[in-house]
């Protein structure tokens, strides 16, 4: 594995948001009516855009959600925003691999994604090489469409990209991007199965720390 640049998934990869925003969700669910567990939570909306779960959780529910229920899981989230930090051992594998070019390909907003590298000092690692798929490109993933996109912005062909994954469903849109996929097992809400799932995806090197990422890729 030798790439030309990386491709990050932004949380459970830089900032270790997944448990808290899973816990929340499932919390939500529950309250309106589908009963949802955080495994549940983590298995079935971890890693796709707000768009697409909402269509998921519709179905299931058999009725629309509340419109107010995205405010309200963002509005708990951010009251204890003071517990999300980055995912340990990213800030040091991004001073390492300053050499190479890299972006954030994410499911989440880039307001999101800017606002978090800012608090936590890693904005200056990707300028504004930040895309949303819920804001850049028509669909989610496990499309590869925005791993292409930043692909296309990088200038790469995305053969020669590693991609940095935390969930199946990112893994397989870089997977089917046709790039290479590391899945990083580093963030909190990674249990002791949580390869599994993302060999059962298709990945081969998984990873349980960023110094791992280092070792296996070689970079």
Same mark, same amino acid.
């Given at each position: &594995?030798s790439?030309?640049?990386?491709i990050f =998934? ?18 939500e669910?529950?309250?309106?009516? !589908? ?8 298995r079935l909306?971890? *890693? ?15 009725r ?9 899981i963002?509005g ?9 930090g ?8 991004? =001073?390492?691999?300053a050499? !190479?070019?890299? /972006? ?14 800012e608090? !936590? ?5 990707? *300028?504004? %090489? ?14 590869? =469409? ?6 296309? /912005? ?20 870089g997977?089917?991007?046709? &790039?290479?996929v ?13 390869g599994?799932?993302? %060999?059962? /995806?298709?990945?081969e090197?998984?990873? %349980? ?9 070689g970079?």
């Open positions: &594995m790439p030309r640049a990386i =998934d932004f949380d459970g990869v830089i900032v270790d948001s997944e448990k808290l925003a899973n816990e929340l969700l499932a919390a669910l529950t309250t309106v009516g !589908l009963p949802t567990s955080y495994q549940d939570s983590l909306y971890m *890693g796709r855009h707000w768009a697409d779960n909402a269509a998921a959780i519709e179905a299931r529910l058999g629309p959600l509340p419109p107010d229920l995205r405010e309200r963002s708990s989230f951010h009251a204890r925003i003071d517990e999300v980055a995912v340990p051992g990213v800030q040091a594998f991004l =001073d390492r691999t050499h !190479l070019p890299r /972006a954030v390909a994410s499911s989440s907003p880039v307001a999101w994604l800017r606002g978090s590298l608090r !936590l000092g890693l904005a200056h690692h990707f *300028g504004d %090489r930040l895309f949303s798929a819920a804001e850049h490109v028509s669909r989610g993933k496990p499309a590869p =469409d925005i791993y292409l996109h930043a692909a296309g /912005a990088l200038g790469v062909p995305p053969a020669e990209i590693l991609v940095i994954e935390d969930t199946p469903t990112g893994a397989a849109a997977l089917a991007a046709g &790039m290479m590391v899945g990083l097992c580093a963030g909190g809400h990674c249990g002791p199965d949580h599994e799932s993302l %060999r059962a /995806a298709g990945v090197r998984v990873a %349980r720390s960023w110094a791992e990422v280092e070792e296996t890729v970079v």
